[in-house]
C-alpha cells in the first residue's frame, strides 16, 4: 500500500515540477517574444541618449582649438610648444644664455616642465583625427630635447656654483654645502674643501639626504651633488605618456546613417614610445614610426582576452545593435609578442614603476678655487664643463672598493605602501636595473631608506603598480545636478573622486582610515591629470595595457564590459552603483553590480542586483546575502534591451528626467573614469 501511494505521490510531484518547468517555459518565451518586439523601439531610444557622447566629443574639439587661440591671442611670451619654430626659438635662446644661477635654472625649470606637460596631455588626449603621425613624433623629440635641455641647465648651474664653492663655506667643517628646495625639485651639492677624512660623512639640513663616503674620497677634491627631481624624465617615454583606452566616436556623417554595422575599428592610437636613438639622430621614417607607436592604444582594454572564437562569434552578434557610439573591437594583437624579461637584474616596467621622482647622485671633480694673493681674486680657468669624478678608481688594486652609503628622506607627497625597491639607471641598456645596490634598510616610520652601490648612480624608488588591484570594491553616486561621487576601495585605500561637469577632483585618499596626500586634494583636474598624479604619487587605480598579465582580473568579455560603462554613465545622473560579489559568479558574458534610484545627497540604502549582457539587461531575484548564484528576473520584471529601459521599469519620474537633461560632459566624464578604472574587471 505504501509503496503505490510513494509511487503516485513521486509521479504527481514529477507532473507539477513539469508543468511548472512548462509555465516558466512558456512565460520566459512571452518575455522574450516581448522584448524582440520593442527591442528596435529600445534602441532607438538608447541611440538618442547616446548622442551626448558626439556631443562631448564635438565640444572637446572645439574646446582644443579654443585653447589654442586662447593661447595665441594671449601674448604672454610662453612658446607654443606645439609650433616647432616657437618652441626651437624658445631652446636656443636659454641655450645661449650665459646667466648660471641655480635659481634662475629651478624658475625657468617650473615654464620647462609645463611645457613638457602641455605636450604628454596633447598626446593622451588627442583623438587620433586630430593628431597626425608626424607630429606625435614632433611632439614627443620636443619632450625629449626640453628634458635634456633642463638637465643640461642644472649641470651648468652646478658648474657655477662648484666654481664658487669657497663662498658657501661652512663654519664647522670648512667645507661647502648648500641645499635649493622648490615643489618640482631638491637640490643639495657638498664640496671637499678641506679633504679631511674624518669629514667623509654628511646629512644635509633642510633636505635630510645624506651620504657615508669611502675613505679614499674623503681626501680627494671630490663635490658630491643629489639632485633629487620630483619628476621622472629618466625612464622611458612611453612609461611618461601611458594613455588609457580609448573609445573613439564615428563621426557625424556616419551617424546619420544610423547603419547596422556602425560598430568599427577605430584606427590606432598613436602616441610615446620613446625611440631608441637620439633625437638628432635621423632614420627611415618606418623604423621611426614603429619605434614611436604608442602600443596602449584604443585597442588594448581588450588585451585582457586573447582572440577566440566566442569573439568572433560577438562581432557578428553585435552588429545588429544599431549604437551611434564606435566602440573599439578589441583583440590581442597576435604578431606582437610581450617581451619577456629574462636578466632578474633588470626591472619590468609593465610591473614596477619609480615613485617620487628621480635621484641623481653625483661624484664630481671640484674646479680650481678662487685664491685671494693681495688685492686679487685669482682663479685658473678650466673649459672642461662639468667633470665626473671617476669611482670606482679605473686603476684600484682593489677586488671591490668600498661602497658608498646614501641614505634618501623619502618624499611626503608620496605613499609607498610597501618597502620600495632600489633601482639605477643604465644609460647604455636605457633600463632600470638593482644590482649594484646593497645592505639596503627601510624606516617606514622615519620615511627614510639606507643602501650602499658600488659606483654613483642616477637611482629611483620603485613600487609594484599594481599593489593596489584587484579593488575590493567600488561606489559611484550621483551627490547633485551633474555631480557624483566615484569610491574605489584598494587593500591599501580608499580613493574618492568628485565629478562635476567636464573636471573630476581627488576629495580624499584614505589610508589606514587617516587623511593622506591633502597636496592632492580638493584641484579639479582633467581625467588625464588625475591619472597622471595619482600614479606619481604611488596610488595606481588604473589597469595598464598589460596589468592583466600581473593581476588575478575577472574575465569579461570587452564589448559586454564597455557596453556596461556606456549605459552606467548614461543614467549616472539618477542611479547609484554599487561592486557585487556575485559578478565575479556571472561567466565572462555578463556582468553585475548593485543599483539604486539615488536623488538626494547621502549614503545609499535599498540595493537591487542588475545584470547586463550588453545586449539584454534584467533584474535579478537573488540579493548579495543570497546562498547562491542564479539568473532567475525578479518577480513581475521583464527583460530589456538596454539598461536605460529596464531600470525605467521601476524608476520614478523624477529620476528619469534627471537622465534625460543630465549634462553631455558629465555623461562623458563619467564614461571615461569607468573605462580607465575598469571596475568590472578588476574588482
Known sequence: QSAEEARLQAEQEAAARLEKQRIEREQMEKLEAKDRERREFELAELNSLEEKFVSAQLWKTEYRAYAKWEHYIACDGSPDPTIPQEINTFMSLWREDQNKDIQLVVEKGEQVLNLIEKLQFLLLDSPPSEITEKETVQYQETILEL????????????????????????????????????????????????????????????????????????????????????????????????????????????????????????????????????????????????????????????????????????????????????????????????????????????????????????????????????????VELLDVGLEAYPYPPEESDDARPPPIQITLKLSDNVIYCKEPVIARWDPAGQQWRTDGISNVTYESQEKSITFGMGAFYTIALLQDVHLNMPYQAWELRPTGIDEALLIVTTVFAEVQIQIKGNQCMLSAIMVEEKDVLSHLTGKWLSPVTLRRVLKNAGVNIFPGEYSYKYVCVNKKAPLTEVRAYQQMALVASAFAFGWSKWNLESGQDQVVFKVSEHLKADFVKDWSLYMFSGQRAQKLKITETSEAFSKELEEDSEFHSTLYHVLKDFASKEAIDKVNTASFLFIDIVYQLLLATRVLTYS
Open 147 to 378: 628634458q635634456n635641455l633642463l638637465h643640461q641647465k642644472y649641470n651648468e648651474a652646478t658648474e657655477h656654483l662648484l666654481k664658487t664653492a669657497s663662498m658657501y663655506e661652512d663654519s664647522d667643517t670648512g667645507n661647502m654645502q648648500a641645499v635649493i628646495k622648490d615643489k618640482n625639485v631638491t637640490f643639495c651639492i657638498w664640496a671637499n674643501l678641506k679633504k679631511k677624512a674624518r669629514f667623509k660623512s654628511h646629512v644635509f639640513c633642510d633636505a635630510h639626504h645624506g651620504f657615508d663616503l669611502p675613505k679614499s674620497l674623503a681626501v680627494s677634491s671630490v663635490a658630491v651633488r643629489i639632485l633629487h627631481t620630483h619628476y621622472d624624465h629618466v625612464s622611458p617615454l612611453w612609461l611618461q605618456c601611458q594613455s588609457v583606452p580609448k573609445l573613439e566616436v564615428l563621426d557625424s556623417k556616419e551617424l546619420t546613417q544610423h547603419s547596422k554595422d556602425s560598430v568599427e575599428e577605430p584606427e590606432e592610437k598613436k602616441a610615446s614610445e620613446e625611440p631608441n636613438v637620439p633625437a638628432e639622430e635621423e632614420t627611415h621614417s618606418d623604423e621611426r614610426k614603429n619605434a614611436i607607436s604608442f602600443k596602449e592604444n584604443s585597442n588594448s582594454i581588450a588585451d585582457t582576452n586573447e582572440k577566440t572564437e566566442e569573439e568572433t562569434e560577438k562581432k557578428s552578434e553585435i552588429s545588429d545593435i544599431p549604437s551611434q557610439v564606435q566602440i573599439p573591437l578589441m583583440q590581442e594583437k597576435t604578431n606582437e609578442k610581450v617581451e619577456e624579461i629574462t636578466d632578474e637584474n633588470i626591472v619590468d616596467l609593465r610591473q614596477f614603476v619609480p615613485v617620487g621622482g628621480v635621484y641623481h647622485i653625483d661624484a664630481l671633480q671640484l674646479p680650481p678655487q678662487v685664491k685671494q694673493i693681495k688685492n686679487w681674486s685669482m
